[in-house]
């Protein structure tokens, strides 16, 4: 996997009440280390850059909830924070299990070679001919 692949870039979006967040949570994401704020393309949306193996999209907007910070819940937020959370949590897991794939794998190759090869029947001579 490459490193731009764990370079995220996403944006969060708030809701309209309170006014003023946006530049608050500029703020408090910038105390952040590994993560970049800047504003957003669309209105109440604050732009975020991080690597996914410091942050996560999940951890940054929890941390903006547990300042008192209202993002935006409207179903298609929660559905695009679903789908981000979930795509994320997946690559995660693959970086992790990688290792423990390529060793199940060596394992499974050394079992199979122990096999005999070829066409082999476990049937009992015996009962392979009928007389």
Do not use: C
Not at 26 to 52: C, P
Not at 59 to 88: C, M, P, V, W
């Amino acid at each position: 996997m490459h490193t731009d692949d764990l370079s995220k870039k996403r944006e969060i979006q708030f809701d309209p009440m309170p006014p003023g967040q946006t530049p608050e949570a500029l703020d408090a994401l910038e105390t952040l280390k590994h993560v970049k704020a800047d504003e957003g393309k669309r209105e109440l949306t604050v732009a975020v850059s991080y690597n996914l193996l410091q942050h996560t999209f999940q951890e940054l907007e929890t941390r903006l909830q547990d300042q008192g910070f209202h993002l935006d819940n409207s179903l298609l937020s929660k559905l695009k924070r679903a789908l981000i959370e979930y795509s994320e949590e997946v690559q995660l897991d693959n970086l992790q299990s990688t290792e423990q794939a390529l060793k199940a794998r060596q394992i499974f190759a050394k079992v199979y070679e122990q096999r005999p090869q070829g066409d082999h029947d476990s049937t009992p001579e015996e009962w392979r001919t009928y007389r």
